[in-house]
């Protein structure tokens, strides 16, 4: 008989315990965004792999991995981090009453979900973050040394030495796990250099990329602290745009030159056209009488220059024979009459 029931609650015993794993391995969110290494307690994480409650996240140095949890909360964790899923406890499908993580170090951002936001809290080494409905960025040094820029909203954050309120957007804390804390104003990059880590707050400066709208809530003028944006606002001066610039004017000038330059060079100053057209040689028209003339002169030599003397002398012989004719004529007529 007590063999039997031995028997029985042992077998009850191990199937209660079966089921506590899976009660403590409930998933309450998944990934939508890996790259590079992202792990969870049961090895790599990819897209659309669950996260389960009491899950521990890390990402390599440079990791990035993106999270929705079920009320709707988003959470990027960033290069070389590390954060637990501390408590999630239900309300229903849409919100919860508790949701908590713990950032051990790393880069995040924090966009809030469905569920109220006393509902939310952020433990870090140097405080805790009480969130009220709010997104912002939060980074965690390996001494612990925590920095938050609120980026929507309003959050507070209270540690050792005391409380701060964010309250505008872009406001900055800085605290330190002794107590140090800074007052709440604007970041600006000269925040790097107090967490000595110019790859802190990637999100804001450029470095790390994130996806869908949690990626568009950036700015905050931390931009040009990364240094490839740098690189890429170099070449732009290089391009030069001061030639293009005075091109407008040369092309202006030449005009103003051609109009100098064409009362210099006119039309009729060139050589062949100085003379009329008449006096080229073989143009010369006028020369024609002359040459007429000429050759209506002729040399007693016979030559074609003497052939108009040649004619009036033939005319004084034809007039000659006229005369000798008349006087033979004559002497006939006297001869005729004297016989008579």
């Keep these: 008989m007590w063999g039997w029931r031995s ?33 969870g307690q049961s090895g790599p994480i990819e897209v659309d792999t669950r996260v389960h409650r009491n899950e521990r996240i890390k990402t390599s140095q440079s990791g990035l991995g993106q999270f929705v949890f079920r009320d709707g909360t988003k959470l990027a964790v960033g290069w070389g981090s590390s954060v637990v899923i501390d408590k999630y406890v239900f309300d229903d499908s849409q919100s919860v009453k508790k949701l908590t993580i713990r950032a051990a170090k790393g880069t995040f951002r924090w966009v809030s979900g469905n569920s109220n936001s006393s509902a939310y809290q952020i433990l870090t080494p ?23 820029v609120l980026l929507n909203g309003a959050a507070r954050f209270c540690g ?12 900055c804390v800085v605290a330190k796990p ?11 990059p000269s925040i790097l ?18 996806a869908g709208g949690i990626g568009m809530l ?6 040009s602290v990364a240094p490839e944006r740098k690189d890429r606002t170099r070449p732009p001066p290089a391009v030069a745009p001061a030639p293009q610039r005075q091109d407008p004017p040369q092309r202006q000038a030449e005009p103003q030159k ?7 060079k006119p039309h009729h100053d060139k050589p062949h056209h100085d003379r009329p057209h008449h006096d080229k040689p073989h143009h010369d028209k006028p020369d024609r009488p002359d040459k007429h003339d000429g050759h209506g002169r002729h040399d007693d030599d016979g030559k ?25 004529n004559h002497d006939r007529g006297h001869n005729f009459n004297r016989g008579r």
Excluded at 178 to 188: E, I, K, P
């Design 193 to 210: 250099a107090t967490l000595g880590n110019q790859r802190a707050l990637p999100f804001l400066s450029g470095n790390q990329r994130l």
């Design 304 to 328: 074609p220059g003497n052939h108009g003397l040649d004619h009036r002398g033939h005319e004084r012989h034809h007039d000659r024979d006229r005369d000798h004719d008349n006087d033979r």
């Design 178 to 188: 002794n107590g140090d804390m800074s007052a709440a104003r604007r970041v600006d």
């Design 7 to 39: 028997v029985s609650v042992a077998t009850l015993c191990i199937a209660l315990n079966g089921a506590w794993p899976a009660l403590a391995a409930e998933p309450v969110g998944q990934a939508v965004v890996v790259k590079t290494q992202v792990t």
């Design 160 to 171: 050792p030495g005391g409380c701060r309120q964010l309250q505008q957007r872009c406001d």
């Design 126 to 148: 140097a405080g805790t973050i009480g969130v009220r409905g709010t997104a912002f960025d939060f980074y965690v040094g390996p001494d612990g040394t925590t920095a938050i």
């Design 218 to 223: 950036g700015g905050c003028n931390m931009a």
């Design 258 to 264: 051609e109009r100098r330059n064409k009362p210099d």
